[in-house]
């Protein structure tokens, strides 16, 4: 009797009780949408198929390459052109041309975020003091407190930093002079410090800014735990360019200059060789017009692998004139997993390497 009373309640469907039913299978071709590199791409099924009519979401995750690249372009005069098209350039990525290019402009305003790293060991007290003055005038001339942001790092035999990331110009000022001359030079594990733990954290790396270091150095190295290209290596994988100001008053190109210079040719800087301490300020100067004299584009690269190897980008003129561009090397592609990315020994610094 029991049995059968259980049978005749299922048969009418009585609510409350589980009844095992065969559902219709979900439709087999959803509707993707395509977002931005990284993020989560919604594909719903067709309506009605949902409860009550609403469309059931799938989150599909995949990976949508695009690369944003900062250069700027000179003629045989050193002026700056800023009248460019993009058919008036040709980009390789990894020696093919792009598949798409997605935005290209000439860029003025654009955010900066800014790290102003000062060596501060014994072999530059000659100028220091005048050095300091000279950088203060450039950060209150290139902050933007609406839109900019800047720190500051000294740097001997470890790297300091005497201010955080602010649009306060007087914190800056600060920053710079409480700076002192101390003993040895770890300049590669200064600019390694500032790229991995300030400029690559600093917002989301997708965001449309400019980072840059402007690096003031003899460029000698004495200290350092990593090496000058696993330096520059971090400062391609945080989309920084460098300028480097030469503390050097001997007239003569030292070894510390080619090193400089090579900070600023790997990542799309200039480096500056004042040997006369009039010629510091202009050297900011020439690179606060630079800052705002630069183009922005953003393409699609072909055959493009999200395996982080690093691509090498070439950017070139086309029409026959003596023009000079500067841009960074390249770029490492992203990782599935990023944190896995940096903590690799190709990414930039030894495993055992303990930056401050």
Known sequence: MLRFCLAALLMMGVPGLPVAAQQPAPPSSPLLHTGESGSEIAASARPGDGPEGQEPLITIRRQVSEVNLVFTVTDHHGKFVRDLTSKDVRILDDGAPPDAILNFRAETELPLRVGLIIDVSGSIRNRFRFEQEAAIRFLD??????????????????????????????KLSEGVHVLRPGGGTALYDAVYYACRDKLLKSDDPRANLRRTLIVISDGEDNQSRVSREEAISMAHRANVIIYAISTNDSNMKMRGDKVLERFAEATGGRAFFPYKISEVEDAFTSIEQELRSQYVVAYKPAHFEANGRFRRIDVEVLGGKNYRVRARQGYYAPMDDQASQLSKPNAGATPSASIP
């Open 141 to 170: 001339h290139i902050v933007r407190p609406q839109s900019d942001k800047a720190f500051v790092i000294g740097f001997d035999t470890t790297a300091e930093v005497t201010q955080d990331f602010t649009n306060d110009l007087s």
